[in-house]
């Protein structure tokens, strides 16, 4: 909160007039990136989607690198900012879904029901594990290596449901 104040140049009494808590600014500022107008790209294939989709995370995280930790840091100390930003990233998913929906109608994934979530996670996880887990430097190949291997599993039914879950 004391940092918010000095960079905002107000009092950190101002502050905590607006958000009682971190909690509270936390659930503002995860609330604004969920209403920024961002749309999946479409690169008319799957590896080329999350490839693309992977750089996009991989510019974010290098670019405000700090932000994204302290972000996802402070959530585990806010339950009102863990509902918020289990929120955006479930919103984020719900929006992926038409890589995979695409992928299946263009013939690049079998026509099998195809866990979306289970697939963009492998594909973008391997940018959190490098950049903020192991504070890494960026690998400009990263992005469409993890991108290839999340399709070429997908492709080998690693994220078939199976009746059982599905049902």
């Given at each position: ?19 009682r808590d971190v909690g509270g600014l936390l659930v503002d500022v995860i609330d604004a ?78 026509a099998q029901h195809t866990d979306a979530r289970s697939l963009l996670i492998a594909a ?44």
């Open positions: 909160m004391e940092g918010v104040a000095t960079r905002a140049g107000v009092h950190r009494a101002t502050v905590y007039r607006r958000w990136a969920g209403e920024i107008n961002w749309q999946p790209p479409d690169t008319g294939s799957l590896r080329g989607d999350l490839t693309a989709l992977n750089q996009e995370i991989q510019e974010s995280l290098v670019a405000q690198p700090s932000f994204a930790v302290a972000l996802m840091a402070a959530s585990f100390h806010s339950e009102q900012a863990a509902r918020a930003q289990t929120q955006l990233w479930a919103d984020r998913y719900d929006q992926c879904e038409i890589l995979v929906e695409r992928a299946i109608e263009r013939g690049d994934l079998p973008t996880a391997p940018l959190y594990h490098q950049l903020v887990l192991l504070r890494a430097e960026p690998d400009p190949q990263l992005p469409s290596r993890a991108a290839q291997a999340a399709v070429l599993a997908a492709a080998a039914g690693a994220f078939a449901v199976r009746r059982e879950e599905s049902g």
